[in-house]
């Protein structure tokens, strides 16, 4: 059968899911999956129906399925877990949770799932002591950037709980020093800047092909490293993980978690800056430009908010804008 046979097959279960026709929706999964058994995300689907069906033990079978196809464990267990929580399954989502954490300490995503399901349980000592834990961790340069970026979410949803102001301190702290070096920030945002700027003028100029030549920045803009440096760069450790939810493509999570911040504090560069990413990756150029032009007049000095600027002209073919923008640079 055809993929775009399987999507609208896959379309009609999760309609009429959402219509409460819980039986048919039932056969259509059924269906889906019979005629392709790899989908993971269709198990995990029929999963949570049949949880809410209260088919408790084929429910968990099914996740078995979803578990046994997936090749990121943590992250289905923690959209599993997500289900138990909406079912109000706390104890199940904790224990769930707990044990692939213990089976990847190195994860950012189950730490952040443990820490969660722990306060959505109730569990506020243990979730503190897992706080403790997390805190006295020492991850490798390579992996310190996503892991300043889950601190700096779990500070979030302790304050939110529990709001204990101790913890919460110093999961910001410890955010804080594993977030980027000077040396690192120079070496991930200026030299790409720079580089990127003459690819631009590049191509203002009509001189080379737009697919090969936009590649770096792609990939610059992609990168959970550079994520966490601008959070670092613009004052703004609280809006990490918003960053890392943009590299994984979550674009109107992160534009509400962007406009709250900005309602919060009234010209908040970092909220520019997202704002920004999100209008230039979705291709609404005009709000891009007008977002990051925002940001560039708040933090003149922070180069990367120049260069997605110059990339949303770019995209936009505002080609005078462009060249008037790399003449002021």
Partial sequence: ???KALEKLWDKAVRLQEK???????????EL???APELEEAWLDLAALLLRMERDREAWECYAQAAAR???EVAA??????ALLEEERFEEAARLIGEVAARHPESPDAQRARVLTLLEAGKDEEAEAACKGLISRNPSREDAFPWAAMLADVAELVEETTGDAAVVSRLRERAAELGPTEDEIIELEKAEYQASLGILLLEATGNQDSAEWMAPFKGWLASPATAVAAASALDAPELAGVYLDLVQGEIDSVREEAQAALLRRPGFAAAYDLLGRVAAISGEYPAAIACFRDLVKRRPDYEPG????AWAYFEAHKW???RKFLKNK
């Fill in 1 to 3: 059968m055809q993929d």
């Fill in 20 to 30: 409460g026709k819980y039986p048919e929706a039932e056969a259509a999964f059924r």
């Fill in 33 to 35: 999956l019979r005629q």
């Fill in 70 to 72: 997936a090749e990121d």
């Fill in 77 to 82: 267990a923690c959209e599993w877990a997500d």
């Fill in 306 to 309: 120049r260069l997605c600027l």
């Fill in 320 to 322: 005078g804008d462009l």
